[in-house]
């Protein structure tokens, strides 16, 4: 099985220097808590991680979360709601889980399909954040990589 990194915008605009900013676009997230999918095999995606890790959080979704995010905040082309007839229609599967699982499978790549839009947006979290947004993870921040536990943050954020 191969990891699926959800990656989450935390900072906005203000003081982002240039080539980070670049990265965040090329990243796809381009306003504060929006979040995109990548392979954590894709070429280059650690060296962009590690660029903005500043600005972003980032870590392994699992597939019931993937599942959830996909129900809640997935959006089809024209910013309509994903529904189960229109993924039965366009990736021949009966359920988000199913659709969830294929895409953590590699079967469907997502950032490369033109089925659903590329980026989710979120809401700030549901009591905020634990610590402060502008430090790392392991400097009783949040920003950077949290592994497992980027999973309970979604969940906080939908």
């Known amino acids: 099985m191969r990891k699926l990194y959800l990656i989450i915008r935390i ?3 203000p003081d982002t220097p240039p080539d980070v900013r670049k990265t965040l676009e090329n990243l796809r997230l381009l306003r504060r808590y929006a979040a995109s999918l990548y392979p954590a095999d894709l070429p280059g995606i650690e060296n962009m991680l590690r ?3 500043a600005w972003i959080t980032w870590g392994e979704i699992n597939k019931e979360t993937l599942a959830r995010l996909l129900e809640a905040r997935g959006r089809a082309p024209g910013d309509k709601k994903l529904t189960i007839e ?3 229609e366009r990736f021949n599967v009966n359920s988000f889980e199913e659709l969830a699982e294929k895409m953590i499978n ?3 790549v997502f950032h490369k399909q033109d089925a659903i839009k590329p980026f989710f947006r979120l809401h700030p979290p549901r ?3 634990r610590n402060s947004i502008k430090k790392p993870i392991g400097s009783r921040g949040e920003a950077g990589y949290r592994g497992e536990k980027i999973n309970d943050l979604v969940l906080r954020m939908l």
């Open 11 to 13: 900072r906005g605009e």
């Open 51 to 53: 660029k903005a890790q």
């Open 86 to 88: 229109y993924i039965k």
């Open 106 to 108: 590699g079967e469907i």
């Open 127 to 129: 009591g905020g954040f």
